[in-house]
Structure formats: C-alpha cells, structure tokens
C-alpha cells in the first residue's frame, strides 16, 4: 500500500511565523502534490512537482513557497504566515505511468492565530 | 480552466434509501474522473476512477458511477445507503494524458440517518 505521511496533524502558529509542512511518499512516486481544504470549497491545488527540484504553480500559490530535494519528500512552506491561511493542508503522490490515481495523506490542519 | 460542479452540498438520507450524487465538469477533451471520499477523522480515499472503456465504473463498498460524455457528467450512485456511508464525497477530474493535479468539486456532505 502507498503510504503518504504528513509530519503533524495539528498545528498553531501565529501570524508573520515562517512554517514548514513536511510530506513523505513511501513508494517512489515521481509526482506530489499539495492541496488546501477548506469547508464549501473542496480541494484547491496549491503546488505540484514532478521531480526533484521541479516546481509548477497550482491554482492558488500566492503566500506559498515549495520544495523538493529529495523524490520522497515535498514540503510547503508558508514565507509569512497570515490568518486566511488557516485550513486543512493535504499532500498527494502520484505516479507518472499507468493510471493517474492520486495517494493523499491524512493532512495537517494548521490554525494561525 | 477545468471546473467541476457539485450540485448537492448537503444531503440526508435514510438507510436503505437509493443515492445519487451529481457532478459535472467543464473540460471539453479527454478527461480522468474520480470519486473521493472522506469519512468523519480520516483522509481521502479513492471511492472509483474512470479513464477509458465502460462508462459504468464500478467502485468500492457498493459504488457505481456513469460516465456520460455528451452530458458532461459522472455521477455517483448506491442502491442503498448505510449509516457507515456518513462522509464528505468529493468528484474530481483531471485532463486526460497529463499528470497534472486534480481539480475537485466543492464537495457534498451526505448523512445518513439510521
């Protein structure tokens, strides 16, 4: 099974703080993803990757930075952390052949106060 | 831009009651379909996906979806409903061929009521 793990499930931060989310994909997928739920608005795509050190703008990027140095792991990172953006963060992998069935982990609902 | 339309955000069925979720997309080409869910504390799971062949796709736990081309549509279905199927259910599409990221629907929150 494809495990996808996120390294907090709760977070608190205040405003202006830089934070890190770390995602981890166990099955050597070339392909993750980060998205950001919010109640009445589904899941919106922030960034994406397909390879290491590769970085594509989803829909709604601004305030969020990425990174990817290694294929397992795919961090977002908030510069300045702001109170709208408190919400559910949710990573994806994804491999590149075959069908295109996205693994998601079981996010990190970050408050920022 | 791709867009994805839920048309039903909350809904309250009985058990045993038929289901129906609605969900159409806006992208015109080649498309992959899917169905999430996420029940209550857990992460999204994949319920079914479409991408080529019979347009009736079978999923997990009793679930089915059409695709139908002309209408745009790929709506979900059970033919009866457990309490255990309380969950928030997301459609999501992406263009055919890419591995770009999906583009889900605003969700729709089904209860069912024992």
């Known amino acids: 099974d494809v495990k996808v793990t996120q390294s907090s499930r709760y977070l608190v931060k205040r405003t202006g703080e830089k934070v890190f989310l770390e995602c981890v994909q166990d099955m050597d997928h070339e392909n993750m993803f980060w998205y950001r739920q919010d109640p009445g608005l589904g899941l919106r795509l922030i960034y994406f990757?397909?390879?290491?050190?590769?970085?594509e703008k989803g829909d709604i990027p601004e305030g969020y930075s990425v990174s990817r140095e290694k294929k397992e792991r795919f961090s977002l990172i908030l510069e300045s952390a702001s109170t709208n953006q408190t919400s559910m963060y949710l990573c994806a992998s994804m491999r590149t052949s075959g069908y295109y069935e996205q693994y998601f982990g079981p996010g990190t609902r970050l408050t920022v106060t | 831009a791709q867009s994805v339309s839920q048309h039903n955000h909350h809904v309250i069925l009985s058990e045993a009651a038929s289901l129906e979720l609605g969900c159409n997309y806006s992208?015109?080409?080649?498309?992959?379909l899917f169905w999430y869910v996420q029940y209550p504390g857990q992460h999204l799971q994949l319920l079914l996906k479409?991408?080529?062949?019979?347009?009736l796709v079978k999923g997990i736990k009793g679930f089915e979806a059409e695709f139908i081309k002309s209408k745009f549509s790929f709506n979900l279905r059970k033919p009866s409903v457990q309490w255990s199927d309380t969950a928030e259910y997301f459609c999501?599409?992406?263009?055919?061929?890419?591995?770009?990221?999906?583009?889900f629907g605003k969700g729709t929150h089904l209860i069912i009521q024992p």
């Open positions: 999501a599409v992406n263009e055919g061929g890419g591995a770009d990221g999906l583009t």
């Open positions: 992208y015109g080409g080649t498309v992959n």
């Open positions: 479409y991408f080529s062949g019979d347009p």
């Open positions: 990757s397909y390879d290491v050190k590769m970085k």
